[in-house]
Structure formats: structure tokens, C-alpha cells
């Protein structure tokens, strides 16, 4: 049972350049996020899936898009790096909904882009 | 405003000692309330929910206070594996995500 794993653990890239961060879960959980953490600020929510095939955008959501294919997988794209995308990226999922009053959400390691 | 505002510390520690935390949430709506802990380059983990009638888990303490909007995190007899950053997370005005505070650095020496 490996959890929440996602690849690449590191990347660079150059501004232009497009690739796409893959997480997957193998708890079965209905719900999935996607986050970038920076220096000074909390996790910022970039878009969200509350099952297989749907999508949601979250709190920053530009230059990102996301798609949901397989219930356990859940792929976050950048199209056009830019510099603003220098970030640390969490994947984490749940089975019960955000608003649930025991949301526990589990993180996968995370991936450390620089855009150069 | 922030929605959920932290002292970034950090808090600086001796084994033994009893640390709190507090933080500031703006949405009087908020329902849910959580402090997720995170150690260094790692993944935020769940600590504990946090409940209206405040809970205890060991030598953790969560409190809740609705009135003054704000929920608090007392640790007892500091170990220094308690070193890491606490992350302070409310659900949103329409509880369909989690906003996490940007987290307090506690310091644990011997």
C-alpha cells in the first residue's frame, strides 16, 4: 500500500516548456487535490476532483489544467511554464468531501519545479 | 485579509517545555478545523481534528473558539521530535475546500 505517490520528485524547466506532474493513489478515495506550497504562504488549491471524470478549479487555478481519467489517477499540466509556476506541488486525496468534518487528506511527496 | 493567519514563529524550545500555538480564521461560516503538521521538504500530515468541545491526543491539546474565531494547539513536554512546522487548516466559506495557514516553525533543543 504506497499511498499517495507522484512523479517527477524534481524537474526544471525552461520558460515555454510543458509537462505534466502525474499522482496516483491506491486507497480508492473518491476525491482528489492537487496544491502548490511556496515560501510564507499556505497550500494554495489549484484544482480538485470530486471523482472520475470531473474537474474543479480551486483557488489558483491559471496556467494549470487537470484531468481525471482513471479514479486513481489525477495528472496536473502546466501548458506554458513560466517563472510564477516555481513552486513545490502536493497531490494529496480523501475519502470524504472538503466540507466533511473529518476531511483527512493524504499528501503525496510532492515535486520540486523550477522554472527557469 | 488572510482567511487563516499563523505566527510564523519560529518557537524556539527546550526539551520538556509546553508550547501553544494559535490561529485566526476569517470565515465565521467555517465548520471544520484541523492542524496538520509538516516536518522539513516533507508532506503535511494530519495531526488532529480539531472539535467545538476541544479535544486531547497524548500531550496535544486542541481548543476551538468560535466567538473570537481562533483555535489553538498546546504541545506538553516538548520532545524534540516534535520539531516541524504546524499548519492551522479551516474548510472555506462554502466547505468545498480547506484553506491551510502558511504554518508556525516550532524548534525543539535539547
Known amino acids: 500500500n504506497a499511498g499517495v505517490t507522484q512523479t517527477p520528485k524534481f524537474r526544471v524547466l525552461k520558460t515555454g516548456q510543458s509537462m505534466t506532474l502525474l499522482c496516483a493513489q491506491d486507497?480508492?478515495?473518491?476525491?482528489m487535490y492537487w496544491y502548490r506550497q511556496d515560501p510564507g504562504m499556505g497550500l494554495r488549491l489549484i484544482h480538485y476532483?470530486?471523482?472520475?471524470?470531473?474537474?474543479a478549479k480551486g483557488e489558483v487555478p491559471d496556467g494549470y489544467n487537470v484531468s481525471r481519467l482513471k479514479k486513481q489517477n489525477f495528472l496536473l499540466g502546466l501548458e506554458s511554464a513560466a517563472p510564477s509556476q516555481t513552486s513545490v506541488y502536493f497531490c494529496a486525496s480523501s475519502v470524504t468531501p472538503p466540507g466533511d468534518s473529518y476531511n483527512e487528506q493524504f499528501f503525496g511527496p510532492g515535486t520540486r519545479l523550477t522554472v527557469l | 485579509r488572510k482567511e487563516v493567519e499563523q505566527d510564523p514563529g519560529p518557537f524556539n524550545v527546550p526539551e520538556g517545555a509546553t508550547v501553544a500555538f494559535n490561529c485566526t480564521y476569517s470565515?465565521?461560516?467555517?465548520?471544520?478545523f484541523f492542524w496538520y503538521r509538516q516536518d522539513c521538504r516533507k508532506e503535511p500530515k494530519l495531526l488532529m481534528s480539531?472539535?467545538?468541545s476541544g479535544n486531547e491526543d497524548g500531550r496535544f491539546t486542541a481548543q476551538l473558539n468560535r466567538a473570537s474565531q481562533y483555535i489553538s494547539l498546546l504541545i506538553r513536554d516538548s520532545k524534540l521530535s516534535d520539531s516541524a512546522t504546524y499548519l492551522c487548516v479551516v474548510n472555506s466559506a462554502g466547505g468545498n475546500k480547506l484553506v491551510f495557514g502558511a504554518g508556525t516553525i516550532l524548534r525543539v533543543k535539547s
Open positions: 480539531v472539535y467545538s
Open positions: 470565515n465565521s461560516a467555517s465548520q471544520s
Open positions: 486507497m480508492n478515495h473518491e476525491y
Open positions: 476532483s470530486v471523482g472520475e471524470g470531473t474537474t
